[in-house]
């Protein structure tokens, strides 16, 4: 199946720092991202939907300021929390999809956020 | 909003012996796509088994298949022969078929499946 990298895998940051994760399609073009965001031991809450060239849809209650999108080439996208803050540590996980490819969304390996 | 409803959090098998795991979805669309997806430890999510719904045959993956009943709204995932490395949270997902457009996944609460040696 298709390969999607996610890097870092986990990162640790002062509270009021930003972080940045990328989410890369290593081998197709990817014309649509999702992020999501899980809590331990629960389901995947999407935070917003990328599309290659355009504005990313977020979420309702998912803060756009706070959880910066961009989705410059059809290869990555990347996810910036800005001034982060404990509240904000949790585990991010991003997916990519090709339309045509049975229309499967092929995850990254997720990144583990700790704000202290 | 579409629901996806898992209503068991927390299942558990003897290895070699079969298992099957519940969902079931609420929509009022016709055409979507169902899928099962598997999150071992290392929270890798994996596609396990997908299924579109204007196809009556249930899909099967080697020792995976699914019952998918339309008019019930129900799509569970049946282990057979279950392994040491089945052991995972579950999540079962639902998304429309828009065509070009990709839409987005509704996910399950997901179950935690313990395969018990």
């Known amino acids: 199946g298709a390969v999607v990298s996610q890097h870092p895998s986990w990162v640790i940051c002062k509270s009021g720092t930003s972080v940045k994760i990328e989410c890369r399609s290593l081998?197709?073009?990817?014309?649509?991202m999702f992020w999501y965001r899980q809590f331990p031991k629960q389901s995947l809450m999407l935070m917003a939907t990328?599309?290659?060239?355009?504005?990313?849809?977020?979420e309702q209650g998912v803060e756009k300021d706070k959880f910066l999108i961009n989705h410059a080439s059809l290869t990555l996208s990347t996810l910036t929390v800005t001034s982060a803050h404990p509240e904000d540590s949790s585990f991010y996980i991003c997916?990519?999809?090709?339309?045509?490819?049975?229309?499967?969304?092929?995850f990254g390996a997720g990144t583990r956020l700790s704000v202290l | 909003a579409q629901t996806v409803t898992q209503s068991q959090p927390e299942m558990s098998v003897q290895e070699a012996e079969t298992v099957t795991l519940s969902c079931t979805y609420d929509?009022?669309?016709?055409?979507?796509?169902l899928f099962w997806y598997k999150q071992p430890p290392s929270r890798q999510m994996i596609l396990v088994i997908r299924q579109e719904a204007y196809k009556q045959q249930n899909a099967t993956e080697n020792r995976f298949s699914v019952n998918f009943q339309k008019a019930a709204k129900s799509f569970s995932l049946k282990i057979s022969d279950s392994q040491l490395g089945d052991a995972a949270m579950y999540f079962c997902a639902y998304r429309e078929d828009r065509g070009s457009t990709l839409g987005r996944l509704y996910f399950g609460r997901g179950t935690q499946l313990t395969v018990w040696p």
């Open positions: 990328s599309n290659e060239g355009s504005k990313a849809t977020y």
């Open positions: 929509t009022s669309e016709s055409d979507y796509y």
């Open positions: 997916s990519a999809s090709l339309v045509g490819a049975k229309n499967i969304q092929y």
């Open positions: 081998d197709f073009q990817a014309t649509t």
